[in-house]
């Protein structure tokens, strides 16, 4: 006789469904910016799709194909971003207390799962990117005539912020920070790290999401103020 599904009586079923509805939204989204390869600056301000900017002449197509893959792996690759797509998309399992799809496990010990034992390189890559970030948020007070605090920038300034504390909750780096030592007595720089990272690695999952939707956002003002549908609110 085949086993029930699960005997769960709660919505157990939207967490997944709403993921698999972000994801794919976030995933077009994304894409479409990357191929289009325009509107993507405005003043100063500059996409966070597009950051940093590596305008070759020998590359064919859109400038953002040479950078995404970076977040694109670090996200992927990601502990948090793993258990929920595993969920949602794969239904292995779906749920707590919810039977799973399939009969047979593997892990991640095959093509392509293996490959998320990359994220940690991920993760390395992913500071020079965090680092253009930085530098476009400051930027973007810069107008040709001088200082100026635009509402763009503000948003920069705020997903760069978000972005930051996505990083720095990584599980990989928390491991790295002090995770692999047996005796922080002697080490007050590595445990301040540690207990920093550990402090916000409680909620890397919050930061995951937050940090996806503002980096959509910050491109969607900038992109709105690049075609003239919206002005720049120009607050100093
Ligand atoms: Fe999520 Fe490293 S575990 S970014």
Redesign the pocket.
């Known amino acids: 006789m085949n086993q029930p599904l699960t005997e769960r009586r709660d919505a157990w079923w939207v967490e997944p469904l709403v993921t698999v509805v972000v994801l794919v939204a976030f995933g077009v989204y994304a894409f479409w910016v990357a191929l289009i390869n325009r509107d993507f600056a405005f003043g100063p301000y500059l996409s966070p799709f597009y950051s940093p900017h590596l305008d070759l002449a020998w590359w064919p197509f859109s400038p953002a194909f040479l950078i995404l893959w970076v977040p694109l792996g670090?996200r992927l690759t990601?502990?948090?971003y793993r258990r929920s797509y595993y969920r949602a998309f794969f239904w292995d399992p779906p749920a707590c207390a919810v039977g799973e799809m399939r009969r047979s496990y593997r892990g991640e010990r095959s093509f392509p799962f293996v490959l998320n034992n990359l994220?940690r390189y991920f993760?390395y890559l992913s500071l020079p990117v965090l680092a253009f970030l930085w530098y476009d948020a400051i930027k973007a007070f810069f107008w040709e005539d001088g200082f100026h605090v635009g509402l763009g920038a503000l948003i920069l300034v705020v997903n760069v912020v978000l972005l930051s504390y996505?990083t720095f909750s990584?599980?990989?780096w928390r491991h790295l920070a002090g995770g692999c030592l047996d005796c922080m007595s002697g080490r007050p720089v590595r445990y301040g790290l540690w207990r920093w990272t550990s402090r916000i690695n409680a909620r890397?999952g919050y930061w995951?999401w937050v940090s996806m939707v503002s980096v959509a956002l910050a491109d969607a003002y900038i992109r709105l103020c690049a075609t003239g549908a919206i002005a720049d609110l120009r607050l100093f």
């Open positions: 670090f990601c502990y948090y994220h993760w996505y990584c599980h990989a890397h995951a």
